[in-house]
């Protein structure tokens, strides 16, 4: 147990309705995952947190990212509302007071308190945050890079060498040394293996923003732009085994997902996306994401599809790699 969790230990019980699950992500980067029992008397970490700074937030998605101290260090709360879901129709119909709101022509518009089981907020704890957490969840302009094979070796891959050679909790989930209780699917093959399993972005209460990655065994594939038509059975065998365990887990057939890589990725360690198509996650959209049926396509096409091809991604206006684009003369 780390400081804060020990300090947590003395705090008081102080129930808040709102919140009925509290996951906190320690951000030492060892991929540990601590999630608060699902009993309603949890204490509430919360109540030693003064928020500090509104980051972002967003009324479409229900979200706000709040920068803040819990006790004497930094931390990232990240708080969003939780779908409705068929399953709690009949609870949510029955167990809930209206209060009026107005009446029209068309419709009438209520207030509705649901029980406080059904009103969660799912709330993530980033602590001990350190500047770069901060700074991820600060909303930022994005500007669109056109990145060539010559740009990707002398700006991009130099980049990549200096600042983000740590994936600990990639590392840690691959040595059994973490989120073992959450494997979904497992392929051990040294070569064409991988673990699937739910992203932290999915609380696994409903289907609906079904959300999992699938993290390759080996170990020296840093992105897209590292594949090649010798890749193809290691990605052949997460499109089919991916799906086959999906299908299995949680009843959505492969005409309902979308599986799809980043470029640029958040890590550079292999990983897949498994995302449900209805659910519009950030990053599915075609500037950021590559499905991996194209991909599977184009390096039967062309062994160095990825390796040659002019790639275009967008950029936050804060990301290290934005200087170095704008020094090369390249934006
Ligand atoms: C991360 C990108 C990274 C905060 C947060 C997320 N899925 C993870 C550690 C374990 C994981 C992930 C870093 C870090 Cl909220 C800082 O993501 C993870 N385990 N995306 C899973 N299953």
Redesign the pocket.
Known sequence: MDDTAAKREGHSLQHDESVQEVKR?K?D?R?A?EKSSEAPEAENILSAVTATKVLKDSAREKSIFIHGKLGDQEAVV?MESTPITEDTLGELFAKSKLRLESEGKVGTIYRLQAPPHLNAIKT?V?CPATDN?VKKYQRQETFLVEETDADYRSITLPYIEKHCLSVQ?VCN?LEKK??VE?IVYEDPDPDVGFIL?????WDQRQVDDLYL?AIVNQRNIRSLRDLRSTHLPLLKNIYKKGQEAILQRYQLPTCQLRIYLHYQP??YHLHIHFTKLSYEVPGCSGERAHLLADVIQNLHLNSDYYKSQTMYFPLRADHGLMNKFKKAGRL
């Open positions: 992500v951000s980067d991929g995952v990240i993530t980033v957490h909790w989930i973490a989120e959450r399993l739910p992203d932290f972005k990655i958040s890590y």
